[in-house]
Every structure is written in structure tokens, then in C-alpha cells.
């Protein structure tokens, strides 16, 4: 299958800052990639879509000031999120399916582990 | 799929056994239905698919099955390993191309294997 990857793989960081997370498809393009939140002991959760060179489009819900989505080339999406707070503790994840491919498989990267303290 | 719940169900099995594990969706137009495969710590890993217009996929160690009439998707896999630990979700898609490739994910399974 396809390879995602993303970066960091885990972060800690203070009350009131910003992280940037990054996803990459290392060997596929891909027009559209997703983001999702997954807690403990829960599913994924789909938190939005990244549309490369337009806008994100985000799940009902999500705070899409909070949560910014840059997708700036077809192999590159990147999730920041903004003033986090100890409840946006969660890992994140990334998909992706191949733009040219033609069909419906989504690659997962390996996630990214966010604890805010 | 199923709403989000705060209790991952779970299935305990012996090595070499052969488990199943059950996956309802909701939504009657799903149209592809995948399943996934997710250790500790990781990001999910594809398992198999299947489209709505077979009942029965199969592949290595693994065959999907799909009811439409009562909206019941299964998978199964033979002869469980040790490395099969892990937690199993199911996922379903409407359509297909550019934001269709949206998937809503089952509340999953932990599947245990006693060796």
C-alpha cells in the first residue's frame, strides 16, 4: 500500500501555545487528505478535509479557527493547532487516497500523539 | 457506522482459533465498506475491502462479509495469531472521488488472542 507519514510522531507542549502537525504521502499525490482525532478507548473521529490549493472543508463541530489546515501540495497537508488547551489532548491522524489511483482506499499515517499540559 | 462509544467492545480468543468480529452501519447508501486493523500506538492498517454489490470477500487469513439487508458487515479471520491483538474497526463510505472518500469509522473491537 501507499506510505504516510507524519510529524511529529509525539508532542508535548505548554497551555496556550500552537503545534504544527505535518502529513505526507511519501509515494502517491493526493488532491484531498483527512484529518482525524482519536481519544482513548474511542474511534476516529473525522475532523475535516484537506482540499489541496482551496480550502478545508471541517465536520460539524470543529473549530475551524482552532484547528488551521494548509494543504499546500499534493503531497503535503499539515494540521496547526492553534492556543491548545490540556482537552485537545489526543492523537491525531492523517489519511490520504491516491489521487490517481481511481479508487476508495484510504492510507493511514502512523498518527501523532498531542499532550497538552 | 456506529455512533462513538465510551466502551470498546472486546473479543477473546485462543491462537489458531478462528474469530469474528461484527461491525453495524447505519447508513443504507454505503456504498464501500472497509476494514481496518490498529495496534497501540499506531495509525490504521488496511485490511479488506468490499463494495455493495458483492456479499463475500475474501483474502489472506481474512473474508468480509457483507449483509445489506440488515446493514451487518463481519470480518473474519482464520486461524488467529498472537500478532493479531489489536484493535479492529470497521468503516463505511458513500460514493467515491474527492470528498466522498469521506469514511465513518465503527466504535471498534480489541481483539485479544491468548497464545
Redesign the interface.
Known sequence: ?AV?S?HPSRVICKSGTSVKIECRSLDFQA??M?WYRQFP??????MA?S?EGSKA?YEQGVEKDKFLINHASLTLSTLTVTSAHPEDSS?Y?C?G?PAVQG?????????T?LTVL | G?S?????PTLSVQEGDNSIINCAYSNSASD?F?W?KQES??????II?IRSNMDKRQGQRVTVLLNKTVKHLSLQIAATQPGDSAVY?CAE?IG?G??N????????TLLTVNP
Open positions: 500500500g504516510v507524519q488532491t484531498t483527512f478507548k474511542q474511534s476516529l473521529m473525522l478535509t482540499n472543508t492523537f491522524i489519511s487516497p479508487g476508495d482506499t484510504q492510507y493511514f499515517g502512523p498518527g500523539r | 456506529e462513538v462509544g465510551l466502551h470498546l464501500y472497509i481496518y500506538g499506531k495509525g490504521p492498517q488496511f475491502d474497526f463510505n467515491s474527492g470528498s472518500y469521506k469514511l465513518t469509522f465503527g466504535k471498534g
